[in-house]
């Protein structure tokens, strides 16, 4: 009997070391889940931190392209800003020139006057032909972003800030201001 209850008690303490056994097995299964399932969180959150950088420089490239393709394109645009500023003092010495040479003038100076006309219309067309606009603003109100007041005067038959006379005509390049019109308004 002796080794009846050996074995019994021997099968009792196997049965109980494998339960133990188990329960570690099941305690360690569990912290590998644990172990598993942050990493696999932490896998996730770097994924989401990569695909928003991803993204992110995706379009922040697509940002300077479109910024590239707008300043090429203002450069074509505006290409002949500096070349139309220079010659606008001799659009101005024109039409000064022609105001000199009046009506009654000798008939040398009139036919003269009547080729200056010519060219000056010329000149205008080919700036026009590039994007070069002429403003004349007499009659109308004043406009601060595209003419300057240079003078303010009470006159009759004018409301206020409408514009008497233009001393000045103003440009615009492709519909950028070059230069105000110089104008005088009605007070």
């Not at 020139?97 to 008939?107: G, H, L, Q, T």
């Not at 000056?120 to 403003?135: A, P, R, T, W």
């Not at 007041?149 to 006379?165: C, F, K, R, V, W």
Request: hydrophobic share 40%; glycine share 4%.
């Amino acid at each position: 009997m002796t080794k009846e209850k050996l074995t019994e008690t021997e099968a009792q303490e196997k049965q109980e070391d494998v339960v133990v056994e188990e329960e570690n097995l099941d305690a360690e299964a569990q912290e590998e889940n644990i172990d598993t399932a942050a990493e696999i969180e932490s896998l996730k959150a770097e994924k989401e931190a990569l695909y928003d950088q991803y993204i992110r420089a995706v379009a922040e490239s697509q940002n300077i392209a479109r910024r590239a393709e707008i300043d090429v394109a203002n450069a074509h645009k505006y290409a002949l800003d500096k070349f139309v500023k220079d010659l606008l003092p001799i659009i101005d010495a024109m039409e000064l020139e022609m105001k000199a040479v009046d009506e009654n003038s000798s008939e040398e100076l009139k036919r003269f006057r009547e080729g200056s006309q010519l060219m000056y219309k010329m000149l205008l067309g080919v700036c026009e032909k590039y994007g070069v606009k002429q403003i004349r603003p007499e009659g109308e109100k004043l406009n601060p972003e595209l003419h300057q007041a240079i003078s303010m005067i009470p006159h009759d038959g004018y409301e206020t800030n409408q514009i008497i006379t233009v001393a000045q005509n103003g440009y615009l390049l492709n519909d950028r201001l070059i230069r105000a019109a110089q104008v005088i308004v009605a007070k």
